[in-house]
RNA sequence: GGGCCUGUAGCUCAGUUGGUUAGAGCGCCACGCUUACACCGUGGAUGUCGGGGGUUCGAGUCCCUCCGGGCCCACCA
């Protein structure tokens, strides 16, 4: 029968304690006279990093690792005090699990990919992106900007174009200094990163991976193009994802504008925010049902001003609630007019130009005299002033009914943007993710529940948004920076550039960069001219590449070996707000690949709030830089404010909660050198420590150790649901009772009491045997969260890292305390408790003599206090009688307290105050 | 409009499947330099568990409803 099966729960009697655990010898050796917290990041940083505490190794098989995907922070932006706490959560994760026997993957990444970087880099050096360029062998940028941006940024014109590939290494020539700083605060921090495992999204391995998996997807049709109609910012100039959407409120105004029936009817009015758009119109919707237009369905209007005959359509997703209940349909104004236009079978007439400006065309539908006058006026202009145009026409010719009515819509943004977006056709490439096909996304849903979510709830974000999706994923983009998409196209005879069959590289040649590489079998003079080539000049979004870290931090297809000790990974660690894109697109992408989840688990930590209750930021002034709070108040404090948050929940910002962890912090160093400081020989200042269970003999010694064993099998329980903060607080509220009152009550029984030091008899031994065998525990209970304090102490008598010592089991505080009832502890504690409280309330000091003592103790206590009496006694300092009188008070382990009372006492004198 | 999270002491938060008198730390008050710790210790005070209904022998916990915070999605006529 098992040692420990739950069909046994009273595992008394010694040969049901199965086979003996090692019985551990340790040699006190250096522990300091006064204990310290400062300095410790510094000295174990260094010795971590000496002795390869948490190199990874890769001999290890899939089922012994744990492998992390860690996020890769912007180095382009500046790191602030949320990096720091779910960084720690995912520490904290690392640390546990490395003890729990797992060798930990803990790679760290940098993202240098996208827009804030490709910004840095042109203000930084005065360059601007040009792949049309050659690469230039040696090339020195214009300038050093400085850090922090003060000195001005260069004009557009003054900057100097170079190659895509000469900025990409001003990228990372730039990033590497960021990197560095970077790399100090997680080290301080104490992140357990193996730092040889390192990547960034725009090195060679990360391009690499990104256009390998990209042509993947294309040979397997799951990457296409397609012209047609999309989302466009016209700052930046490219095409935007649905992911990349934010709808913010944005100011108009509602023109109510009328048309004018063919057969010579009243006029028809529509309402609309974007009156710019009438020469785009191609059709008058309304609801089929709407009462109001039947009439009219089936006939058709003339726009005012530009006099466009369009027809009166009906369609269902026309709100007869909204507006007039009839909308104009333009090419295009919203995403509804794209539906009305594909499914009404619209023709096609924009008008708005990838730079957000009026057409310079005069287009050929606009026919009367005063249509292509009135058109001549606005083009070029902004949709700004072209509106301003065509509202004061409007109103000069009568079709303007009343004024225009001010009003706040939402509008589509580009998260990076400031103008709303426009809707542009052009050709774009997209990779499947189930938003066009209900059969990928039943899959990706399935993935979704494969995945374990902590905390589960954060599971609705994901299903929401795939359920949600209404198209591909964009991924090309009209950058200079970036990963390239890897294809060129052939242009016929006739000059054209066809796009339909383009050419692939071969996988052995990649990172290709096809504005300056050269496509198979073809020459570099054939770029660009009938019968040759031209590159792709598009790069892809920043999450095609980000949605390969797991790929690209274990080696895939670069180190098939380390590749599969490694993936599919266990954690993702992530923040919420990117659910939709980094977490979907990376299971997209290994679902499509590998058709696996990337990784067992999502760990999802929340925000954190400043005092008032918002979302910390830079904008609001209320950052503090994170090295700074790690000088101020040691890693281990601020380490311990955020383990002390619960994944998924937003944390206050709080200062005082750093001061709880430094005071446990500084709390375990105390008490570890107390615990540790009998048994040393006085000559030598060392002295053997002998954790044999067998030598715990003394009741309440056992009642301690039974408790203990109880705490660790809770909190490795709760790490293991990856609650951390359960864990922690279990661990942490044993410990306080630990210190307060079980170290109190056998303090004098531990130094011997009137024993020399050599002449320890076995309740002596018993109480220095269970403070280490405790001590042995809670160091690496604390480790995940307090790396510094932990790994100090455990040097003091100890051998090799604590961060590499095995997790705790309850195997050996079990074998200590068999049968033992953790409750004598209590009702021992609760009794000190009610002698402190004569003294207290008496105003004298704690080393006041009680002469003679009654307590109340209630039944349920009684045998306990008994047990413990000795102790008692000295940790009270009761030199006379300590009577118990029974009380009927209360039942069960909630009144004991209430019963435990003194009820008679007679106190000594004082001592005398001691001089100096 | 759809959805998720959240509301417990002045503050930050626990409160496991409903079960005696709702907890911790900080802060506050009082006392104490006690050979692990003054970066400390001891003791104490503090609550309409957001409001209102309901289920139940019993509700902080379950259900309904309302109110207050935070977030995601949809919303461009």
Known sequence: MSAFSSADPTPSSPDTVGSAPDVVRAVVSGVPDRVSLDGLEATYDARWSEQGTYAFDRTKTRAEVYSIDTPPPTVSGSLHVGHVFSYTHTDVVARFQRMRGREVFYPMGWDDNGLPTERRVQNFYGVRCDPSLPYVEGFEPPQQGSEDGSGKAPKLSDQVPVSRRNFIELCERLTGED???????????????????????????????????????????????????????????????????????????????????????????????????????????????????????????????????????????????????????????????????????????????????????????????????????????????????????LRASGDLAGEPVATQRMANFFEKGDKPLEIVTSRQWYIRNGGRDAALRDELLGRGRELGFHPDFMRVRYENWVGGLNGDWLVSRQRFFGVAIPLWYR???????????????????????????????????????????????????????????????????????????????????????????????????????????????????GWILDPDRKKM????GNVVTPMGLLEEHGSDAVRY?????????????????????????????????????????????????????????????????????????????????????????????FFWTFCDDYLELVKDRAYGAGAGA??????????????????????????PVLPFATEEVWGWWRTGSVHRAPWPTSDVARAASAGADPAVLTAAGHALAALRKVKSEAKVSMRTPILAAELAVPAAARAGVESALVDLRGAGRVTGTLDLVETTEGQGDAAVQGGLVVVRSELGEPEARRKG
């Not at 269902?316 to 499914?343: H, S």
């Not at 796009?499 to 770029?527: C, F, K, N, T, W």
């Open 179 to 393: 990197e560095k700083q970077f790399e100090a605060l997680w080290r301080r921090l104490g992140l357990s990163v193996d730092w040889s495992h390192h990547y960034q999204t725009i090195d060679a391995n990360a391009r690499t991976v990104a256009q390998r998996a990209f042509l993947r997807n294309l040979a397997r049709d799951e990457a296409y193009q397609a012209e047609a109609p999309g989302l466009w910012d016209v700052t930046f100039q490219t095409a935007v994802a649905q992911a990349e959407l934010e709808a913010r409120e944005y100011p108009g105004h509602f023109h109510k504008v009328a048309f004018h029936p063919s057969d010579g009817g009243a006029p028809v009015h529509i309402e609309t925010t974007r009156p710019e758009l009438l020469p785009a119109c191609v059709a008058l919707v309304a609801h089929p049902d709407d009462e109001r237009y039947q009439h009219l369905f089936g006939t058709t209007v003339t726009s005012p001003l530009f006099d466009v005959e369009v027809p009166v359509l009906a369609h269902p997703a026309a709100e007869p609630t909204k507006g007039a209940g009839i909308a104009m349909c333009c090419t295009f104004g919203d995403l509804t007019d794209v539906q009305w236009w594909r499914e009404l079978q619209l023709p096609t007439r924009s008008i708005i130009q990838r730079d957000g400006r009026i057409s310079r065309e005069t287009p050929e539908w606009l026919t009367s005299e005063r249509s292509r006058a009135l058109f001549a006026e606005i083009e070029g202009k902004t949709t700004f002033s072209a509106r301003t145009a065509v509202v004061d026409a």
């Open 617 to 620: 930021s830079k904008s609001k």
């Open 758 to 783: 050599a002449d320890v008899n076995a309740a002596t031994r018993s109480a220095r045997t269970a403070l280490a065998i405790a001590l042995d525990v809670l160091l690496r209970l604390f480790a």
């Open 491 to 605: 242009v016929g005879a006739d000059g054209t550039v066809e796009h339909d069959d383009p050419i692939v590289p071969d996988e052995a040649s990649l990172p290709v960069d096809p504005s300056s590489d050269v496509p198979p079998g073809y020459s570099a003079d054939q770029r660009g001219v009938p019968g040759g080539f031209v590159g792709e000049a598009d790069v892809m979004d920043t999450w095609a590449t980000s949605s390969l870290t797991p790929q690209i931090a274990g080696g895939w297809e670069r180190d098939p070996d380390l590749f599969e000790r490694v993936f599919p990974m266990d954690l993702r660690p992530q923040g919420q707000d990117i659910i939709r894109t980094w977490l979907f697109s990376t299971v997209v992408r290994s679902h499509l690949e590998f058709g696996s989840l990337p990784w067992a688990n999502a760990a999802i930590s």
């Open 641 to 733: 404010w955020a383990a002390s948050a619960r994944l998924g929940t937003d944390a206050a910002f709080e200062v005082g909660q750093m001061k709880i962890g430094r005071r446990l912090a500084i709390k375990v160093l105390n008490a570890s050198k107390f615990a540790l400081s009998f048994g040393v020989d006085p000559e030598s200042g060392t002295g053997e420590i002998t954790l044999d269970p067998a030598l715990v003999t003394a009741e309440l010694d056992r009642a301690m150790l039974a408790g203990l064993a109880d705490v660790v099998d809770r909190a490795t329980e709760a790490f293991d649901a990856y609650d951390h903060t359960r864990a922690l607080e279990i661990s942490e509220t």
